[in-house]
């Protein structure tokens, strides 16, 4: 089983629309989650960090279920600017900063 | 503010050759990691640095090795080139070990290698 599976993908979807990434990881001891955007040839850039409670920032909510290990992410209203790769992020624990990134889902908003 | 840089952008390199990757992180961020990325994989942990020495290494070879300056800006090194080298090589930053209070880490542009 990998460490940080994602929903393969690619998506493809008309602007306006919601959309949900999902994201499973295998290890209980994981301690901090993220989701990460990047754009073709380019850097990962951090969008959003993934805390308990769940939160949100704009358009964008992420989840995190620590029972089931499971984070997910859901962008509404979707812009022509969100067409990326959506990277599922996951650090093991302690004072270790090694992130395990998921293979990533494209997504691409279509006018 | 700057954010973290890397050079080169680019670089061709031929199998069996020797190259050193540069990472300047972000003012004030000690740590520095450096992940491999293939075409369509998410990026792969290589190493991380903090104060000047080694806290973390992921599964690759002895070929691959890497230090971290008194300023925080960090190398790495990859002896003995091989075609399956041929990757964007990703710098992060963040703000550090001890104390840490986020584990947020972010991207420098990246060094694309092409081995031939």
């Known amino acids: 089983r990998k460490e940080v599976e994602q929903d393969p993908g690619p998506f493809n979807v008309p602007e306006g629309a919601t959309v949900a990434f999902n994201c499973t990881y295998s290890?209980?001891?994981?301690?901090?989650f993220f989701w990460y955007r990047q754009d073709c040839r380019k850097e990962p850039k951090l969008l959003m960090s993934?805390?308990?409670s769940g939160n949100e920032d704009g358009r964008f909510t992420a989840q995190l279920n620590r029972a089931s290990q499971y984070i997910s992410l859901l962008i509404r209203d979707s812009k022509l600017s969100d067409s990326a790769t959506y990277l599922c992020?996951?650090?093991?624990?302690?004072?270790?900063?090694?992130?395990?990134f998921g293979k990533g889902t494209l997504l691409t908003v279509n006018p | 503010d700057a954010g973290v840089t890397q050079s080169p952008t680019h670089l061709i390199k031929t199998r069996g050759q020797q190259v050193t990757l540069r990472c300047s992180p972000i003012?004030?961020?000690?740590?520095v990691s450096w992940y491999q990325q293939v075409l369509g994989q998410g990026p792969q942990f290589i190493f991380q640095?903090?104060?000047?020495?080694?806290?973390g290494r992921g599964n690759f070879p002895d070929r691959f090795s890497a230090r971290q300056f008194p300023n925080y800006s960090s190398e790495l090194n990859v002896n003995a080139l091989l075609l399956g080298d041929s990757a964007l090589y990703l710098c992060?930053?963040?703000?550090?070990?001890?104390?840490?209070?986020?584990?947020?880490?972010?991207f420098g542009p990246g060094t694309r290698l092409t081995v031939t």
């Open positions: 992060a930053s963040s703000v550090g070990v001890a104390g840490a209070t986020t584990y947020e880490q972010y």
């Open positions: 290890n209980s001891a994981s301690q901090s």
């Open positions: 993934v805390y308990s």
């Open positions: 992020v996951v650090r093991s624990g302690g004072s270790n900063y090694k992130l395990t």
């Open positions: 003012s004030g961020h000690k740590s």
């Open positions: 640095y903090y104060e000047k020495e080694e806290r």
